[in-house]
């Protein structure tokens, strides 16, 4: 249990590095964080706090698919408050930014393993999802589709959500660019690549 405990919280914050590494490219946000993202921009909302709410709504929807009051999926009300904190203060340290389209995007693609790292190694540990995963997570065992396909659907839906958000309070489109598009092919992708490739390493790891 210590190791499935030490790689969850490595998981953890591998997400949260790569969240906040995306929000630099300048390229777009990838679509786990652009609408936290966006409501961060148009509200003054700081991004954890952003992506604690979304997170909740997260939680509800899972609570209503499975019809019944789930353990895991109730312990990510506490994991969505403490995620929003980590990602503030990964946010507040952090002060690498691409200033240029080749850095952008080299630092896009770092964004886009670490995030799929993160997701990799929590779902593989069993404890808490993060809400976004939990929500497909719950959506592929539902509905009986591939996390990976689900994943890439979950994540077109949010550059939709975001997209239509900014443009009714704004009039502009926040934090979607030519990265979003890149980052929405790949997430799902990379971590299909990940289970197929390093599953069975991470089960004797765990095991």
Do not use: E, W
């Amino acid at each position: 249990m210590t190791k499935r405990i030490i790689i969850y919280l490595v998981g953890m914050l591998l997400l949260a590095v790569g969240i906040v590494l995306n929000t630099r490219t300048g390229l777009g946000v990838a679509a786990v964080a652009s609408f936290p993202f966006a409501i961060n921009q148009i509200t003054g909302l700081s991004l954890g706090n952003a992506s604690m709410f979304m997170y909740l709504v997260l939680v509800v929807l899972q609570l209503v698919l499975v019809r019944k009051a789930d353990l895991k999926i109730l312990l990510q009300i506490p994991f969505s408050v403490g995620f929003g904190v980590i990602l503030d203060f990964v946010n507040n340290k952090l002060s690498i930014r691409a200033n240029t389209l080749v850095s952008g995007l080299a630092l896009l693609l770092v964004a886009v393993l670490t995030i799929a790292s993160g997701v990799f190694m929590m779902v593989k540990c069993d404890l808490i999802l993060n809400p976004v995963d939990g929500a497909v997570k719950t959506m592929s065992d539902v509905f009986k589709v591939k996390f990976g396909r689900v994943k890439i659907i979950f994540d077109a839906s949010f550059v939709a959500l975001t997209i239509v958000t900014s443009l009714v309070f704004t009039g502009s489109i926040i934090g979607i660019g030519i990265g979003t598009v890149i980052a929405v092919l790949l997430m799902g992708n990379t971590i299909q690549f990940m289970v197929h490739n390093f599953d069975d390493l991470m089960n004797k790891v765990l095991a």
